[in-house]
Nanobody, 115 residues
Framework: QVQLVESGGGLVQAGGSLRLSCAAS????????MGWYRQAPGKQRELVAA???????NYADSVKGRFTISRDNAKNTVYLQMNSLKSEDTAVYYC?????????WGQGTQVTVSS
């Protein structure tokens, strides 16, 4: 059983920074793709960034150059560094771990950017 616990969300002014963390339980972390998704009120959940077991990354166009995803396989943790935050980044951010045939999700952490 995999459990994902996010932390690091909060309220920040536009232009500021936040770092999200996601601690994963389970033994498969180092071989699974990890990702961060977000869902704003009234909108569908969308991919923000993802990272493969060997560190290859991809980002939503809206966050390229501002957000950085990284992982520490020794700590079973994935991070999302968010810089130059904008009001449109306001959402609940979810950690995701992909295993064959299934997606695990964290409970989400709120990020609110005030303009």
């Amino acid at each position: 059983q995999v459990q994902l616990v996010e932390s690091g969300g909060g309220l920040v002014q536009a232009g500021g920074s936040l770092r999200l963390s996601c601690a994963a339980s389970g033994i498969g972390f180092s071989i699974n793709v990890m990702g961060w998704y977000r869902q704003a009120p009234g909108k569908q959940r969308e991919l923000v960034a993802a990272i493969t077991p060997v560190g290859s990354t991809n980002y939503a166009d809206s966050v390229k150059g501002r957000f950085t995803i990284s992982r520490d396989n020794a700590k079973n943790t994935v991070y999302l560094q968010m810089n130059s935050l904008k009001s449109e980044d306001t959402a609940v951010y979810y950690c995701n771990e992909k295993v064959p045939g299934y997606d695990y999700w964290g409970q989400g952490t709120q990020v609110t950017v005030s303009s």
